[in-house]
C-alpha cells in the first residue's frame, strides 16, 4: 500500500486548504482513514479520521474547521481545511489502518504518507 498526499503550501491566517491522499496498492474502501500533523519540535498528533463507513472524527481543536472526507471511486481523502491559524502550521500525514472503532492514535494505523507541509503565516 501507497499513499501520495498533496496539497500543502504556504497561506496566511483565515485562508483555506485542501489536502488530498489517494491511496493505492489495495482496496481502499476496506480502510479507515486519517489526518495526522505534526509540527517542529512535537509529538504527531491527531487531526481527523473517517471509517469505512463514513463515520468522522476529529478533536477539538480543528472541529468546525477541518472536514475530513472521503471518494472510493477516486481512492481518495481529503482534509478541507478553513480558517487556518499560525497554531496549524505542521506537515500533514495521510494514514490507512484496518483497526475498528475509532481510530485517533497513531498506533491504530498500518500505513503512512510522506507528508505535505502547510504553513500559516499570521
Known amino acids: 500500500v501507497q499513499l501520495q498526499a498533496s496539497g500543502g503550501g504556504l497561506v496566511q491566517a483565515g485562508d483555506s486548504l485542501r489536502l488530498s491522499c489517494v491511496l493505492s496498492?489495495?482496496?481502499?474502501?476496506?480502510?479507515?482513514m486519517g489526518w495526522f500533523r505534526q509540527a517542529p519540535g512535537k509529538e504527531r498528533e491527531f487531526v481527523s479520521a473517517?471509517?469505512?463507513?463514513?463515520?468522522?472524527f476529529a478533536p477539538d481543536s480543528v472541529k468546525g474547521r477541518f472536514t475530513i472526507s472521503r471518494d472510493n471511486q477516486k481512492n481518495a481523502v481529503y482534509l478541507q481545511m478553513n480558517m487556518l491559524k499560525p497554531e496549524d502550521t505542521a506537515v500533514y500525514y495521510c494514514?490507512?489502518?484496518?483497526?475498528?472503532?475509532?481510530?485517533?492514535?497513531?498506533?491504530?494505523?498500518?500505513?503512512w504518507g510522506q507528508g505535505t507541509l502547510v504553513t500559516v503565516s499570521s
Open positions: 494514514a490507512a489502518g484496518r483497526a475498528t472503532g475509532w481510530a485517533i492514535k497513531p498506533y491504530d494505523y498500518d500505513f
Open positions: 496498492g489495495d482496496t481502499f474502501r476496506r480502510y479507515s
Open positions: 473517517i471509517t469505512i463507513n463514513g463515520g468522522t
